[in-house]
């Protein structure tokens, strides 16, 4: 069985760097890997891929399905600081078909088109994307990704969302590149990770799961009514304070922090330590630390505990918490962005219509910079034009983040 995995990690506090391991090897299991980086940026992991002759950064995202990065017919006030595809790639097919969507708000139209994706090594002839033209307001030039790649599939009853029902790891399954329609998240966090970051390092893979990555049990959730990638957990507790029971989440690797209805926030709010921040965050002032008691995550016979100095990361004089509150007060829905799945090995699989949890396993978590030379880094970027990237983005081994890009 194969398996493609990404490899994707974070320095500190101060700077980010992109390791790429973009080559294949034996893993401990006698299994051919596929290792390629993922950079860190403002608390998400993104990585690079080709696109034609071009080389762009996205995120994958559990919590949608579109397929996007911007193109070169937009206008060039829109969409700054990020790579543009090229209308003029050789390579390029387009539909025709225009697209419309919204996110945060904000409203993007683009055409589908189809290009050659190469990514982690293996190349995909022809993959259905959105060269996204237009969008009702700036977008913000602080975001570092170039577009985004959906790792759930649209609901069935939407015609005009067909281009993005045979996702990523259903053209694996069809090149023979994996043998299983499962991918796997592990983000590896720490006590005390600061500022704009729940993880460290982490890992994605496609086609199987890594048994070195968790420790058993692992806990199976059936997706809600076989939607991608909604559960139900059987409760969620603070303290012995029942938060939720049972409670709907969506998986969202998309997001930082894990987002809670209206209800269980003012219970949080009233039987903790608690304070609330602007715009739902939670926070925790320095002299009531000790004072904060731990989350517990019931999964069918299991719970798993999430400890009280796991719950908060340190943003300058602030302990701002795992968990903030929705804006809309009719959402019932949780939705857990990676400062909850980063304690976990989270299995998205396709197959069987289900979620599997288990306790991350922390031995061989973290990858060191060191360990890399700057000669193979640049050497493996996989057809990546070095002197271009640089011009147009800076060195691709150390940026210093903007200060000013505070949570």
Known sequence: MGQIVYAFSAIDDKFWVSESLSLRRRSEFGINVYEFSFLFYLGLAYGFIQIGEQQFRVMFDTGGFSRWVPSSRSAANLFPNRVKYDEKSPTRTSLEKRYVASYSGKRYEGNVVMDNVLIAGQFVEQFPFVEMICCSTNVDANVKHDGIFGMRKPPRDRKRLEIFKVNLIDHF???GTVQQAVFTFRFCGQPG???FSWFVNGNLIFGGVREDFHHLPIVYLPTYQS???????DSILYGDVVLCMPCRANLDTGTPGTRVPVKPIQKLLQNSVLEAYD???????FQSLPYLLPITINMRSHAFILHPEQLVRQVGNVYVFAMEGMQDASENKWLIGISFLRHFHTIFDQQNNRVGFAARQRRMCYVRV???????FLGQLSGLNIQRWTALHGSPLYRRRDAANSV
């Open 227 to 233: 939607k991608q990638w909604t559960v139900y957990i």
């Open 370 to 376: 060191n360990d890399f030379s700057h000669s193979f």
């Open 173 to 175: 399954l069809a090149m």
């Open 279 to 285: 715009a739902g965050v939670l926070h925790v002032p």
């Open 193 to 195: 990770v600061r500022e």
